[in-house]
Every structure is written in structure tokens, then in C-alpha cells.
């Protein structure tokens, strides 16, 4: 026979922790030596406190070969103690033997089992006074207390390893993302509830299919090729993008998909996984953002009436042809047009033909302009430049004499102007090769000096001419 301990400890010792109670116990002074088992082993500790009020208890975490010779040793304290706990790892034989009705202890001691586990069993007796158990209680509350506080509900291995399985499936089957299972070989092992919403297919009729055909043949060839990249990666994921018609409200929606490879313990490949976001919301709001972008680009450097480049454009561009044909020493010209009387002719036709004339006029000397590289900008309100980079005075002026004639042919009526019955354009034009010691703004003086000189000799004319 083998007991590891038999403790009897009073309140204090009690009120210890479990793990600490062979500390407590050792400071107790009298040894039970006259359960003369130590022959057998057995470590006693006993204490008597004659003078406490307070119950003795027995603790007794054996390992137990001969559970009635064990429990006749008990039964030689119980004038010494007033309960005996036997705590984890008590042999089963003993607490058999302690509740049997032809237990050693006789019909004085009844056996309770306290605790649900087995934990602890109470051995209590019916011939103490009634004031001393209820004493009793509080300790054992207490001390009860104290051990659950202190001690994990006993949880196999098993039992854990069921109980986070059932969460992990039930966190897979609920999950918003569409999340799928396959063999390496792309057979479907496993399909959630928001699979079934995208492909409109239920967990039975897709477990077993291949993943390869739930959805159109494209894609299924796009997953076939992903699923061998996977294999012969060393990352094991690939992430996509993909559109797809919803079979159950034909709604084109747009899924981000992450595929991976799913590895055992051993680290061979077992088979893919494929998680499913609907990104279609996400989508909707980048497209609206490209728009505004797009839009807000054009706006900053295009005139909004007329849709040709703004000022802000022509500067950005003059500067930039400025350094370019300095570097290079190469022509530079512009040419600025200005529409005659245009005062007059929002005056006799109101702004808002005045605005469509801007637009036609605009329109005109776009259509003069072939070279990629040669720029139509509205200056001003009724103003026009062209940038012409890589172009000499005489090209300029001719394609400036161009321009005029063609917003002449245009026959664009204007009753009031003073020098023709349609709309007519001046023009000036500068023309100079760019030196470090000048400025851009050099080349729009002397256009706009010429524009000046074209209006003063009678409008509807190019200067120099
Ligand atoms: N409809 C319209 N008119 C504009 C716009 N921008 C400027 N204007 C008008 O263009 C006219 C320009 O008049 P002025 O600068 O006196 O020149 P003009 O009447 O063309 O006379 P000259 O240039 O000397 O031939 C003004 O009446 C402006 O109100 C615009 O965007 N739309």
C-alpha cells in the first residue's frame, strides 16, 4: 500500500490553496504517528487543537493498494478529526470502501460525494453537534471556494479537440465570405451557407463535383491553371479578382478570391482552399472615384465652355516647350486670336449665342491645327492662343492667316460688327527662338503686341503680316 499523504489541517490550513497545502500542513506540530501505518509509507500529519472551536479536517490524496486496510487507519482518527477529504487522485478502491454500508468506518460516518467530478469526496458524521457542522459548512463552502477558484475543470484533450472543431465549423458555415474546400485535384469537400447564395447550389449537390465546373468554363480553366501555379509555388496562395452573375438574383457582383494550399501536420499538400469576398460595393465606389478623378483632372486644365485646353494648361505646357527648345535652340511661336466686336455681337445676339459662337470659333482653329505637338487654348473671354512648338515665324503666320480665313468662311452672322456682316478673328503672332536670358512671357508680349497692331490696322487681319 502506497499513500502519498494523509493531512488533517484545521481552518487556517484549510483556507490555504490546495497545491500549498502540504507547505501549511508542515507547520502543524503533532505528527499522527500512532496510526502506525508508516510502515506502509504513509505520512501523517495530525492536529489537535484542543482548545479551537473549529473543526479538524483530513486531507488524503493517496495512491491506494489496500483501500480497507487504508480505511481502517481512517477510521482510527475519527476521534482526532471531525472530516476527512479525499482529494484528486484518491484511489477509487478507498472511496468505494469508504461508501460501502459494511464500510470499517461503521453506520456513524456517511459518505458524500460533493463534487461533480469526483473531485472531493466529504465524509462527514452524523454524531457531531449540529452547531459544529453548520460550522462545518462554512468552512467547506469556503474551502470549496477556494479550490474551484483554484483548480481548471478537468477537460480531455478530446473533448477540447471536439469543442474547437464545433466552433471552427460553425465559424466556417456562418462566415460572410464564401469559403470552399477542395482535394488537391479540385473535388469540393467543403461548401458554407454564402457558397450557396453566390453558386445556388446546395452543400449536397456541390460536396463531390469539381470546383472547375460550378461556374463557367473560363473560369474554370482560370482555377485550373491557378491550382497548378499554387502546387508549384512556394508562397501556396494566389489571389484574383473575378466577376460573377448571381444565380440566385442574376446581379453581376465582384468577388476578391484567395486560394491556398492547405498543408497537413507533415506538410503535404492535402488540398486548396478558397475564400470568397464580395468586393462589388468596394468596385462600385472605386469606378465612381476614377470618374470624379478624371473629371476634377479635366476640369483643371480644360476651358469648360469650349472644351479646349484652359489658360492654366497653356501656361503648364508653354513652360515646359519653353525649356525643351531652349535647350534644343528651336522656333518657338504662338499665335493669339481675338473675335471682332464680339461686344456687339453678345449685345445684338445675347450671351448665350455669344457663348455658342465662342464654341464654333474654338471649333474652327482646332481644325486648323494638325501637329500633335501644337497646342489651342482659350486665353480669355473672347480670346484664343496656339502654341506651335518647332515652328518659325513664316509657318505661324501663314497658318494664323489660315485660321482667319477659315472662321471668315464659317459665315457665323454678325450684324454688328463694323468691318463684315460675319465673324471675324485678328490675330498676332510672336515668334522667336528661346534665349536664357528671356521668359516665356517674352513670346506673349509679342503676340499680344501684334494683336494689338492687327486691331488698330482694321481687324479681320494677321500681324506681321
Ligand atoms: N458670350 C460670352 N461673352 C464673353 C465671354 N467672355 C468674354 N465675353 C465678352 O467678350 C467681349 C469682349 O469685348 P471687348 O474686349 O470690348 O472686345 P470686342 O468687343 O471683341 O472688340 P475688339 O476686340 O476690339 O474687336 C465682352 O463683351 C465680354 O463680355 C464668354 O465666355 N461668353
Redesign the pocket.
Known sequence: MIISALHIVNEQGANAHISKLNQALEKIDVFLTECNISTLELDCLRHKNATSEQPCLAFISPTINNPIQVAKQIRSLLSDIDFIFLVEGSSQELLTELQSPTSVLGSHWEVKDIHSEGFIHQLSTSLKAVHKRRKFRTTLTHLQNKLKATSKPKVSELQKYTVSLQHLSHIVEHAHDAIIATTSDGIIVKWNQASQKIFHMSSDEAVGTSIFEIYDHDWGRRLQTDYHSLFNSDHGFIEHEISITRAVDLQENYYNIILSVIRDNNGEDIGVSAVMRDITEKKATENILAEIRKDLEKMSYEDG?TSVANRRMFDKALRNEWGRLLRTQSPLSIIMF?????????DTYG?????K??KKVAEILKNEIKRSSDLIARY???EFILLLPGTNEEDAKSLALKCCTAVRKANIPHDSSEISNTVTV?GGVGSLIPIQTSKPEAIIKMADNMLYIA?KNG?NQVQPT
Do not use: M, T, V
Request: glycine fraction near 14%; charged fraction near 35%; charge should be negative.
Open positions: 465652355l481675338d473675335i471682332d466686336y464680339f461686344k456687339h455681337y453678345n450671351h448665350q449665342e455669344g457663348d459662337c465662342l480669355g473671354g473672347e485678328s486691331k481687324r
